[in-house]
């Protein structure tokens, strides 16, 4: 073979040069999407939280109307919520768990007032023609004339009591997950 003029040692048998035989490049391991943490989509994540939020309102609402308040509407709120800010926004970041959180701490009074509305309208409705839309609009002034806000702030106090006790790990659980 001919060396063209260029001086064997300084080649290796590659072709390259011997100094740079002594630069190692870095192993690069394996990324798998699974491991891969996007950042969700706050505002759209938020769309979802509160629609999916509506979901667990109704459960909310059923187990009211068959006369009890239990963590199992709370619970149902949340996992809604985190479920619906999971599909329309991605993964929850922590920014995106404090907005859940909120979503739900509203929806939790939500729930207990439209509950409360639709227990009043099952009552009007038996003595005249009355609107779903209507005892929405006038619960609030229909628990103070019936002398009955006291226990409208009790029925809410305990529903987020009970749907904090019932989601606390799920919560928590959440903001792990967002870091």
Sequence with gaps: MENNGLNTNEFGQDGMMGEMNQYQIPQQENVYMSDVK??????????????????????????????FIAAIGGIAIVFFAMKGYEMMGGNITTKGAAVVLIICVIMVYVANYLSWSMEIYFELERVGSVSFGEVIRYTRDIVKEADLYGDYLKDLILGFVLSALGVSGMIKNMFYAAK
Excluded at 46 to 64: C, N, P
């Design 38 to 67: 996007e950042k969700g989509n706050v505002l759209m994540g938020a769309i979802g939280a509160l629609v999916g939020s509506l979901i667990g309102v109704v459960i909310w609402m059923l187990i009211y109307h068959l006369g």
